[in-house]
């Protein structure tokens, strides 16, 4: 089992950055890929980015490549994304998730097997 926590969300102007974490409770954690998806007012949740178990590989959305990083502290239990160059079509709730797979750019939220209850990022413009 594994408990998942977002915070860091909040009003941004755009331009602006805001750095998300995602804590995590379970002994498995450092099994696990994390992934950060977003859903929009009225749109599909969509993925944002992903990253395997030890941190060497990462993947990213066409739309956040360039401006988003993501990364992990497997001793803390905790997943980041740095977002920069914030955009208003940026303006979601994010959520992170975990899977025992690492799917990278392919990864949908149907595979995730754990969900946080996300953090809502606003970026004005």
């Known amino acids: 089992q594994v408990q998942l926590v977002e915070s860091g969300g909040g009003l941004v102007q755009a331009g602006g950055a805001l750095r998300l974490s995602c804590q995590a409770s379970g002994r498995t954690f450092r099994t696990y890929a994390m992934d950060w998806f977003r859903q929009a007012p009225g749109k599909e949740r969509e993925f944002v980015a992903g990253i395997n178990w030890s941190g060497g590989d990462t993947s990213y959305a066409d739309s956040v490549k360039g401006r988003f990083t993501i990364s992990r502290d497997n001793a803390k239990k905790t997943v980041y994304l740095q977002m920069n160059s914030l955009k208003p079509e940026d303006t979601a709730v994010y959520y992170c998730?975990?899977?025992?797979?690492?799917?990278?750019?392919?990864?949908?939220?149907?595979?995730?097997?754990?969900w946080g209850k996300g953090t809502l990022v606003t970026v004005s413009s």
């Open positions: 998730a975990a899977d025992q797979i690492y799917y990278g750019r392919t990864s949908h939220p149907d595979d995730m097997d754990y």
